[in-house]
């Protein structure tokens, strides 16, 4: 529980917390539960499997259980470690926002074009980490601290709305994707990182130990998932499976990588033009793609933004 892939927050993440709080609160407070009210909590699967096979019936009260011992003594004390690493995270200063009038101008020209607020300026300056000098570092791809040969683009990053099925935001990559990209993008450009519900990528835990670290004020509380596609071949996929939360039920947690192969596709286009006809290539679609789903859902354009 205290490895460096951040499994405290992430294996009981702010929901399973919260969720877990509250009925070892009422367990102390009755001295039993009963099988409803766990069913209805809504804690990850795994959990909420374990609380339902560790459960000893009281004796003399049909109906009401208690957890074993061993079972109690270990999730009383996941969520103590969970907590105790959140509250370190909160030691992380949380993002300062640009004032209104030194906010750079949305201009998807540069390469950049995040839809989060409808201006799309650039809200946070993305911190400048310390690197030591001493090469202690145990990181063996810190492809994070380079930059590509001349500039040139090593792929684009997307964000889709796994709801919708919307592109709501892109980038191209100046250098190998790194741990960095996306926490980077959503705290620069996002208004509210606390409203999060989960973001679904192909390393979550990755991504979570690397913005943890860094800015775990603001992204303590974020659920990091993977995706259906490549969490089957991850050593960590019992702490990031999708599968583990009702809120994925008939999702399509890799709807990203199937838009990717479509912008395959276009790769020789893109290479033959500049940076700034190919956002605007990518931009139209994105517009094309926005106004076909909304058309599909029966949305009449007065609403369409």
Known sequence: MSNKQCEATQWLQKS?????????????????????????????????????????????????????????????????RAKEVRSDAMEVPNRVRIPTNDQP???????????????????????????????????????????APRGLSEGLMTF??????VVIGNHMLTSHEGCKDAGAALYSFHPAIDKLESIVCDTPCMHATYMNTRCGADFGDVQWDGDRFHI??????AVYDPDEYAQFDGINTSLVEQWHAVMDCLTRTVKGSTLCNAMFLLQTLHD???????TKKGILPRNWN
């Open 105 to 147: 101008p949305y201009d998807p020209s540069t390469g950049v074009a995040y839809n989060f607020t409808e201006h799309g300026r650039r809200l946070y300056w993305w911190p400048r980490f310390k690197v030591k000098a001493d090469r202690t570092c145990d990181c063996r791809k810190p492809d994070w601290m380079r930059i």
């Open 288 to 294: 094309d793609h926005y106004l076909a789903v909304c």
């Open 16 to 80: 399973d917390r919260e969720l877990l709080t509250n009925f070892f609160a009422v367990d102390d407070a009755r001295g039993h539960f009963n099988r409803s009210f766990v069913d209805g909590l809504g804690l990850r699967d795994s959990v909420a499997s374990l609380i339902d096979k560790a459960r000893v019936m009281v004796v003399g009260r049909p109906g009401f259980f208690k957890l074993h011992a061993i079972a109690d003594s270990l999730l009383r004390e996941m969520l103590r």
């Open 160 to 165: 889709l709305c796994l709801e919708s099925g």
């Open 232 to 237: 089957k071949s991850h050593t960590c996929r």
